[in-house]
């Protein structure tokens, strides 16, 4: 077991209280990959890094890092936080289900740079305002790799046709064009915006997103195309997910109650 003395970039993923004055605090570091930290004293009122371990917080920090075990800060130089997200209900739970769904896919203690930013970008989109239903789905497609269940959205599984309709086979992990529609019937069919994007969130740099601007109809596609992948074929159940799917129930039953 090693211990280094080291300065890192950090990104806040959860902290939970421990004991009665301590905290621990999972940070994603863009050096060592996540990492579970010790901060002692992150209860009390005199607390000097309070506002450096906030919810949505990002930033610089110095302290030791164990090779296992719990790590420990010392101190954080420049740090920021995500105040959109910090403030509104909706991008709160997207960005709760996009860090959990992260901390999954990935071990502790393995650097992974690539997701570490596009972390980053996914909380600074949204922070900016873009869709945070069309970041997650992004987030969601582009992990699907990573947790081994690659899919093909760009031509049929079958015979790699792609100038037929296409439509979704969760069971052939991608697309079936007409003449192999009837190999799954329980294929989700698809109309072109939903195949576009379905393809182009696969493929996309994160960093590369300007604007948003999907149909309702559509995304309620990709949210059903993406839901199967990750009931049956990734197989995790997160409680940050789930409340997700409350919300959109909650304002559902909102617009209901109105227009009555
Ligand atoms: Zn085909």
Same mark, same amino acid.
């Given at each position: 077991?090693? *211990? ?8 806040? *993923? ?21 990492? *579970? ?52 209900? !909706? ?14 896919? !990935? ?30 789905n ?59 994007y ?21 995304k309620?596609v990709l949210r059903?195309v ?16 789930? !409340? ?11 617009? *209901?109650?109105?227009?009555?």
């Amino acid at each position: 077991m090693s *211990m280094y003395n080291t300065s890192f970039h950090g990104i806040l *993923m959860y902290r939970k209280d421990y004991k009665d004055n301590d905290m621990l605090v999972k940070f994603f570091t863009a050096e060592y990959g996540k990492k *579970m930290f010790f901060v002692r004293g992150a209860k009390k009122k005199n607390f000097k890094m309070t506002s450096d371990i906030l919810p949505f917080t990002y930033g610089e920090y110095t302290g030791n890092i164990n090779d296992d075990g719990l790590s420990y800060i010392l101190n954080a130089s420049d740090t920021n936080h995500f105040k959109n997200i910090t403030n509104d209900i !909706f991008y709160n739970a997207y960005v709760t289900y996009i860090i959990s769904l992260i901390d999954a896919a !990935f071990p502790d203690s393995l650097k992974q740079v690539k997701w570490f930013n596009n972390l980053f970008y996914a909380q600074q989109h949204i922070d900016n305002g873009l869709d945070p239903e069309i970041i997650t789905n992004l987030i969601e497609l582009q992990l699907l790799p990573e947790f081994g269940v690659a899919q093909n959205f760009k031509d049929c599984v079958i015979c790699g046709r792609n100038d037929l309709k296409l439509d979704y086979s969760e069971s052939y992990g991608g697309l079936l064009c007409q003449n192999h529609f009837e190999l799954d019937k329980y294929r989700i069919s698809l109309d072109n915006d939903s195949l576009f994007y379905l393809k182009s969130l696969s493929e996309t740099k994160i960093i590369d997103i300007k604007k948003i601007d999907v149909e309702k109809n559509t995304k309620k596609v990709l949210r059903q195309v993406i839901d199967k992948i990750y009931d049956n074929s990734v197989g995790i159940n997160l409680k940050s997910k789930k !409340f997700i799917d409350q919300m959109d129930q909650w304002s559902l039953k909102l617009k *209901m109650n109105r227009r009555d």
